[in-house]
């Protein structure tokens, strides 16, 4: 029976002498969830799912739920499974623990997902960095299939017919974009297409496809293993479950954690089983949430916030992907804004116009008011090209760009200081 600050994701780590040996993990746990599965029938399935209220863990933090049930409800005989392993943001880390500590509950989530679609192929995309874990993970993929679990008729199942293939990227972020990532898996130029349709429906060969990120997959298992409601109770009614999160930046306790959603925020800073507090002896000034796309919030606003979903959307917050950069009061917030302005404009694919001229004039305003040269009509103008990029974007990576600068805007408008009134801006007449 599972127990609130029970570790759920990490149970196995630093209990296993191999990551990759299917016999060991057996040992905790291990294809319990799958074989459970397989005593269901496909709506139990689902509704376990369902009440589990599991969010997806790659950042949009959509229902798994609904999106499995949207899947199986596609019309197509062919259908696939894909899992994004594409981590390539500053400040995020967890996949590559999970990846290489516990590579066998990634693969036995993608499995149970392969039995309920009845897919016949898998793809695990993973980010091109990771040629280690790669190896790993190929190497659990092997052992895996050895065992039974994976090729044909898995565990005696006449017909249960499945296999995972990795992936390697190339290093372009902006294949961690779903649908740019199943491109790439084709062969083209990893650029996001056009929705809709959903990727549900039109997916991978234009095949409805499943894609879900390594946090997600290695969730199900334990779904299936302890049950929706269980899984539920260890999170919050609008998130079940537990989160990884990954602290840095001018905390003391830099590292990978699995929090109970709900816990306070204040505890996962302060507290000495997490953060610790600040590493530099100086207040805490603010904290980046969700990764580099994610909004800004003033640790002293947050004493009396609970890190959860609706608690963190109700403070114009995000979880997204578990990210959280703690920085003190010796950072100037657009020094900050500057670095990941600079990451957006290098890894926009240059599909659209909005994102890839944007994202350079961004970057190239925030740097003139880091050098104290701004003037007085460059913060409209600043305003106005973060309203741009959003609203006119074709992909998620554009249209979250401004999520730190305008939420910094408001935090810390002094911190936007101009120089001189030399200019004379027109907002009616803004342009790129």
């Given at each position: 029976?599972?127990?609130r600050?029970?570790?759920?994701l990490?149970?196995?780590m630093?209990k296993?002498?191999?990551a990759?040996?299917?016999?060991?993990?057996c040992?905790?746990?291990?294809?319990?969830?799958?074989?459970?599965?397989?005593s269901?029938?496909?709506?139990?399935?689902?509704n376990?799912?369902?009440?589990a209220h599991?969010?997806?863990?790659?950042?949009?933090?959509y229902?798994?739920?609904?999106?499995?049930r949207?899947?199986?409800?596609a019309?197509?005989?062919?259908?696939?499974?894909?899992?994004n392993?594409?981590?390539?943001?500053?400040?995020?880390?967890?996949?590559k623990?999970l990846?290489?500590?516990?590579?066998?509950?990634?693969?036995?989530?993608m499995?149970?997902?392969?039995?309920?679609?009845?897919?016949?192929?898998?793809?695990?995309?993973?980010?091109?960095?990771?040629?280690?874990?790669?190896?790993?993970?190929?190497?659990?993929?092997?052992?895996?299939?050895?065992?039974?679990f994976l090729?044909?008729?898995?565990?005696?199942?006449?017909?249960?017919n499945?296999?995972i293939?990795i992936?390697?990227g190339?290093?372009?972020?902006i294949?961690g974009?779903?649908?740019?990532?199943?491109?790439?898996?084709?062969?083209?130029?990893?650029q996001?297409?056009?929705?809709?349709?959903?990727?549900?429906?039109?997916g991978?060969?234009?095949?409805p496809?499943?894609?879900?990120?390594?946090?997600?997959?290695?969730?199900?298992?334990i779904i299936?293993?302890?049950?929706?409601?269980?899984?539920?109770?260890?999170?919050?009614?609008?998130?079940?479950?537990?989160?990884?999160?990954?602290?840095?930046?001018?905390?003391?306790?830099?590292?990978?954690?699995?929090v109970?959603?709900g816990?306070?925020?204040e505890e996962?800073?302060?507290?000495?089983?997490?953060?610790?507090?600040?590493?530099?002896?100086?207040?805490?000034?603010?904290?980046?949430?969700?990764?580099?796309?994610?909004?800004?919030g003033?640790?002293?606003?947050l004493?009396?916030c609970?890190?959860?979903?609706?608690?963190?959307?109700?403070?114009?917050?995000?979880?997204?992907?578990?990210?959280?950069?703690?920085?003190?009061?010796?950072?100037n917030?657009?020094?900050?804004?500057?670095?990941?302005?600079?990451?957006?404009?290098?890894?926009?694919?240059?599909?659209?116009?909005?994102?890839?001229?944007?994202?350079?004039?961004?970057?190239?305003l925030?740097?003139?008011?880091?050098?104290?040269?701004?003037?007085?009509?460059d913060l409209?103008?600043?305003?106005?090209?973060?309203?741009?990029?959003?609203?006119l974007?074709a992909c998620?990576?554009?249209?979250?760009v401004?999520?730190?600068?305008?939420?910094?805007?408001?935090?810390f408008?002094?911190?936007?200081?101009?120089t001189?009134?030399?200019?004379?801006?027109?907002?009616?007449?803004?342009?790129w």
């Open positions: 029976m599972l127990k600050n029970q570790p759920m990490l149970e196995r630093g296993m002498q191999s990759t040996d299917v016999a060991e993990y040992k905790y746990d291990g294809f319990d969830g799958l074989k459970r599965a397989i269901l029938s496909d709506e139990e399935i689902l376990e799912l369902d009440v599991l969010r997806g863990r790659g950042g949009a933090a229902p798994l739920g609904k999106k499995w949207h899947l199986y409800h019309k197509g005989t062919t259908k696939y499974i894909v899992c392993a594409d981590e390539g943001e500053p400040g995020t880390f967890k996949d623990v990846l290489s500590e516990d590579p066998l509950s990634v693969i036995e989530g499995i149970i997902a392969g039995y309920l679609f009845s897919a016949k192929a898998g793809y695990i995309y993973m980010r091109g960095e990771y040629r280690r874990i790669q190896k790993t993970f190929q190497e659990a993929l092997d052992n895996a299939r050895q065992a039974g090729g044909e008729n898995i565990l005696g199942i006449e017909g249960f499945y296999d293939t992936i390697s190339a290093g372009a972020y294949c974009e779903n649908s740019a990532l199943l491109n790439s898996i084709e062969g083209k130029t990893g996001p297409r056009v929705k809709p349709p959903h990727l549900a429906d039109v991978l060969y234009l095949q496809t499943l894609v879900n990120n390594v946090e997600s997959f290695a969730s199900v298992p299936l293993r302890e049950g929706g409601q269980a899984f539920l109770e260890m999170g919050t009614a609008d998130g079940g479950g537990t989160k990884l999160i990954c602290l840095s930046g001018h905390i003391k306790n830099r590292g990978l954690y699995e109970n959603l816990t306070p925020l996962i800073i302060y507290g000495e089983q997490y953060g610790g507090g600040s590493a530099t002896g100086r207040a805490l000034k603010f904290i980046h949430f969700g990764g580099q796309s994610g909004p800004i003033a640790v002293a606003t004493r009396d609970l890190y959860s979903y609706e608690d963190l959307w109700a403070h114009d917050l995000s979880v997204g992907s578990g990210a959280i950069v703690v920085m003190d009061d010796s950072v917030v657009v020094d900050y804004l500057v670095h990941v302005a600079a990451f957006f404009a290098h890894e926009s694919c240059g599909k659209c116009t909005p994102c890839r001229l944007g994202t350079t004039r961004i970057l190239e925030l740097s003139k008011f880091n050098r104290n040269e701004a003037t007085a009509s409209p103008r600043l305003e106005k090209m973060l309203t741009h990029v959003t609203r974007s998620g990576l554009g249209q979250s401004a999520n730190p600068m305008k939420s910094a805007l408001a935090l408008p002094e911190e936007f200081e101009t001189a009134e030399t200019e004379i801006y027109a907002t009616s007449k803004g342009g």
